[in-house]
């Protein structure tokens, strides 16, 4: 049984509007609720969209906490527990858990480039720290520095029981092939680039983790819908009307132009953490015009 099929959110993570910028858990419920009612399949709590990264982790755990016991198993909940450092990530991993989350997304390592050798021993002490709660690995280089091979990858699921999946954001397809070859297919692939879902479902993936799913999410649900009924060209077509939202919502680096796309469409997503900033005004304003044209609206 795979731990969903279909569109997850990469949820942004609202703030108050405050010196602190505290997180707003009125605003967090009212998009939470929103996802679920425009057919979200999951909800991806604390990735690189809801800015875990400028998150202590008291916050981290609270955020993920609130999320759990919010969306009260109406969809699978998939948290971010993931860490440069092990220590940290097998806390984080086993706090978490303990609130019944659906399973916990696992960054590879940033900044310090460990070898294939350190990602298998690290992702095994994780997952063995939690043995009950499915793991996703995620493997994003153009964040982390360094790339999960094919190689390594089914090393890992072969041999630790409850790492049962992969987010592939390498955006290689090529490598998505050699994974699903090395593992016979046997791995929950999903796509960790909003642009290649279809093509990495037609590999086998069992959908995406979705930046685009903020603003749109019953066109990302029906996107994969329809692949999984077996209209691959409707899927396709979908796919193909998203590129001009997705290529606006990556005109600044992540989570940036979301956050704002959030507020545009009138939740109270609030500012972004520093070190990021509000979107340049062109560009936010061609955000809006593709938001418009796409039909995105509460």
């Given at each position: 049984m795979s731990v969903f099929k279909g569109s997850a959110v990469a949820i942004v993570t609202p703030f108050h509007d405050d010196a602190e910028k505290t997180v707003n858990y009125d605003a967090f419920a009212d998009f939470i609720d929103y996802q679920i009612d425009n057919g979200t399949d999951a909800i991806v709590v604390c990735g690189s969209t809801g800015e875990a990264a400028t998150m202590t982790e008291e916050e981290h755990?609270?955020?993920?906490k609130f999320c759990a016991e919010h969306v009260n198993h109406r969809v699978p909940v998939i948290a971010g527990t993931g860490s440069n450092c092990t220590k940290t990530a097998i806390q984080?991993?086993?706090?978490?858990?303990?609130?019944g989350v659906d399973a916990c997304l696992v960054v590879t390592p940033y900044y310090n480039k460990p070898t294939q050798a350190c990602l298998v021993e690290h992702?095994?002490?994780?997952?063995?720290?939690?043995?009950k709660t499915p793991i996703i690995m995620y493997n994003v280089p153009s964040r982390t520095g360094g790339n999960l091979l094919p190689q390594t990858a089914a090393k890992i699921v072969r041999e630790v029981p409850n790492v049962v999946g992969i987010k592939e954001a390498s955006g290689n397809i090529s490598q998505i092939v050699k994974l699903m070859a090395?593992?016979?297919g046997k791995i929950e692939l999903y796509s960790g680039n909003d642009d290649q879902t279809v093509p990495m479902m037609a590999m086998g993936g069992l959908g995406v983790i979705s930046v685009v799913a903020n603003v749109a999410p019953k066109a990302m649900h029906d996107m994969c819908a329809k692949f999984f009924?077996?209209?691959v060209a409707g899927a396709a077509k979908i796919q193909c009307e998203t590129e001009e939202l997705f290529e606006c919502l990556f005109s600044e680096v992540n989570p940036i132009p979301v956050k704002k796309a959030v507020n545009l469409l009138g939740f109270e997503a609030g500012p972004l953490r520093m070190p990021l900033m509000e979107m340049s005004?062109?560009?936010?304003?061609?955000?809006e015009e593709a938001m418009k044209r796409f039909g995105c609206h509460r």
């Open positions: 755990v609270a955020v993920c984080l991993s086993e706090e978490i858990a303990s609130f992702f095994r002490e994780i997952a063995e720290a939690v043995p090395e593992t016979d009924a077996g209209d005004k062109d560009k936010a304003e061609a955000l």
